[in-house]
């Protein structure tokens, strides 16, 4: 492996490292083939051993545009806001991937670019993969937990934004009961209040009832969502809106934007006394 002959500037948002435990140039190394998990162009993602942690995985956000730039920066980079959400599910014992550094900087080879560093959770596999291989637990009393998690992640005011079965992970073995790992919450948004109750986790919810059903034809949700905590007439309503829903870039986005305002607006109300404003369903 070869150092890239422009290694660019980075600079360190927030680090979980130790001081002087590596040096930021390691993470500008071209992975090889083996340690790559993605390779696109505007997303590069790969495993590296980084200081006294032998298993990260890098993920690299590249050839931003400098409106994209500039936007971020108004409302934090994509990096800092996953670095942050994942941080208060951490802390909240909710199973994700542990953020342990995220940054932003400039290379010829990459343009402007964002990279975040996460630990690498051993012993497995992409729900959505396992379930089309048919190697992943597919009945409810399984499944629940997976709810469970989503229902604490919205207590803690997480919303996710992309809760697809391709961005949760899950340990497979016979001998133990599955545990489920959120993940690549690119889209996250934290809320100072818990939104369990209100369109944002409803429409969380739409994403992963939606995606499940298109893995799984037939599975009983409703036994999931009570688990969640809905209420009989809000499954409904969500079976309802599901008939016609489909989870597209566009909406992701369009959602992604408002979601934003209404949590600047939240924070703004709670911080005048005035209460909160999240849109309740």
């Given at each position: 492996m070869q150092p890239w002959h422009n290694p660019g500037r980075l600079s360190v948002g927030?680090?979980?490292?130790?001081?002087?435990?590596?040096?930021?140039?390691?993470?500008?190394?071209?992975?090889d083939a083996k340690a790559l998990i993605k390779s696109e162009?505007?997303?590069?993602?790969?495993?590296?051993?980084?200081?006294?942690?032998?298993?990260?995985?890098?993920?690299?956000?590249?050839?931003?545009g400098i409106v994209n730039w500039h936007r971020e920066r108004l409302f934090n980079f994509r990096v800092q806001r996953e670095y942050e959400a994942l941080r208060v599910l951490e802390s909240a014992g909710v199973p994700c991937s542990v953020p342990l550094l995220w940054g932003c900087g400039s290379a010829a080879e990459h343009g402007c670019f964002e990279i975040l560093v996460t630990r690498e959770i051993p012993g497995v596999t992409n729900l959505k993969e396992?379930?089309?291989?048919g190697t992943a637990p597919a009945?409810?009393?399984?499944?629940?937990?997976?709810?469970?998690?989503?229902?604490q992640m919205h207590q803690c005011g997480i919303y996710h934004?992309?809760?697809?079965?391709?961005?949760?992970?899950?340990?497979?073995?016979?001998?133990?009961?599955?545990?489920?790992?959120?993940?690549?919450?690119?889209k996250a948004i934290h809320f100072p209040n818990n939104v369990q109750r209100t369109v944002m986790a409803h429409y969380d919810?739409?994403?992963l009832v939606h995606g499940l059903t298109n893995l799984l034809p037939g599975i009983n949700c409703d036994a999931l969502l009570s688990r969640y905590g809905l209420g009989q007439t809000a499954i409904r309503e969500l079976r309802d809106?599901?008939?016609w829903y489909r989870s597209t870039?566009?909406?992701?986005?369009?959602?992604?934007?408002?979601?934003?305002?209404?949590?600047?607006?939240?924070?703004?109300?709670?911080?005048?006394?005035?209460?909160?404003?999240?849109?309740?369903?």
């Open positions: 927030a680090s979980r490292f130790a001081s002087g435990s590596f040096h930021t140039e390691e993470l500008f190394i071209v992975p162009k505007r997303t590069l993602v790969w495993r590296k051993a980084i200081g006294d942690i032998e298993a990260t995985v890098i993920k690299m956000y590249r050839h931003r396992a379930l089309r291989a009945v409810p009393d399984d499944l629940l937990m997976l709810f469970d998690a989503v229902r934004g992309a809760l697809l079965p391709k961005n949760i992970l899950v340990t497979l073995g016979p001998q133990r009961r599955p545990t489920f790992y959120l993940i690549d919450l690119i919810l739409l994403s809106h599901l008939v870039r566009y909406l992701r986005n369009r959602l992604a934007f408002q979601f934003k305002i209404w949590a600047l607006v939240t924070r703004w109300h709670k911080r005048l006394g005035l209460g909160t404003r999240e849109k309740v369903v």
